[in-house]
């Protein structure tokens, strides 16, 4: 319940391509995305993702029997105090919604920022520059940290 009343402050939902590029130690984007979550987590703002992310960060571990990175991602959930949001038939609506009105959008971007819009998250933390589009809510690029 704690997280809950925290949702009025700067809250940040965090894509799944960050956690991929924190996980995989990515030569570029590594340093980016550790600082700005490290950055975040001091100011205490809220960290969150949804089920979608876990869904598409495993697909590599599962493919390679990497159970160490199946479970460093889950530690790293875990540490950060990140809640993950299930899609509720609300969310699904919404992604509809954000579908219909942008037509580059795929299914799992629309439910990503479903779910950001409706934990109250301020920023979208992701590395796709199509999402810049996106006017419900302020996107921050890793590639422009």
Request: charged share 25%; glycine share 2%.
């Amino acid at each position: 319940m704690q997280f809950e009343q925290m949702i009025g402050f700067d809250s940040v939902f965090v894509d799944s391509v960050a956690f991929i590029y924190l996980i995989e130690n990515h030569p570029t984007y590594y340093g980016r995305v550790e600082d700005f979550i490290s950055q975040e987590v001091q100011k205490e703002n809220p960290l969150v993702t949804s089920v979608i992310t876990v869904s598409e960060f495993c697909v590599k571990p599962f493919q390679e029997n990497d159970n160490t990175v199946l479970l460093d991602f889950k530690n790293t959930l875990e540490e950060l105090n990140i809640k993950v949001v299930d899609i509720s038939w609300k969310i699904a609506e919404d992604s509809s919604k954000l579908r219909a009105k942008y037509k580059f959008l795929k299914t799992a971007d629309a439910l990503q920022i479903a779910s950001a819009i409706s934990m109250n998250c301020k920023r979208f933390f992701t590395n796709d520059i199509q999402l810049q589009n996106i006017s419900e809510i302020k996107i921050v690029l890793i590639q422009d940290l």
